[in-house]
């Protein structure tokens, strides 16, 4: 193919005919600048389609986050409201009276410490991201 428009400007050259050379030149010209130009836009589309999947990867990330949260918060509110009973009927119950070992199986639900974090694995793979 180069072979070809080589010798079409040779031939034009040699004839004297220079109008009709820069005619041709300014032709491939416009050829070259059309292949950029699609090359180009190849290129952008590609780009949105990776976009496009990280999007829905990251979206299904926090989907699932705040799915495991919801159930790490709902398991805390558990074992609070397990405690707030636990600590009614410890000051419910008159302690001279009582056996010891009560005491101590309700305080175990009262010392329990739950601490809830959060879920950021999606948040901070997008802040990497930038």
């Known amino acids: 193919m180069i072979k070809f428009f080589r010798h079409i400007r040779k031939s034009l050259l040699n004839e004297g005919k220079t109008g009709k050379y820069f005619t041709y030149a300014i032709g491939e010209i416009i050829l070259?600048?059309?292949?950029i130009l699609i090359a180009?836009?190849?290129?952008?589309?590609?780009e949105n389609r990776k976009d496009d999947i990280f999007e829905n990867e990251i979206l299904t990330q926090l989907r699932a986050n705040l799915i495991k949260d919801?159930?790490?918060?709902e398991n805390n509110i558990t074992n609070a409201q397990s405690a707030g009973a636990s600590i009614d009927k410890i000051l419910a119950e008159d302690i001279s009276q009582k056996v010891n070992d009560s005491i101590k199986y309700w305080l175990g639900d009262v010392v329990r410490f739950d601490r809830y974090r959060a879920l950021t694995n999606a948040?901070?793979?997008?802040k990497s991201q930038g």
């Open 32 to 35: 070259v600048v059309i292949g």
């Open 70 to 73: 919801k159930l790490a918060l």
């Open 40 to 46: 180009l836009q190849i290129n952008n589309w590609n």
């Open 123 to 126: 948040y901070e793979v997008l």
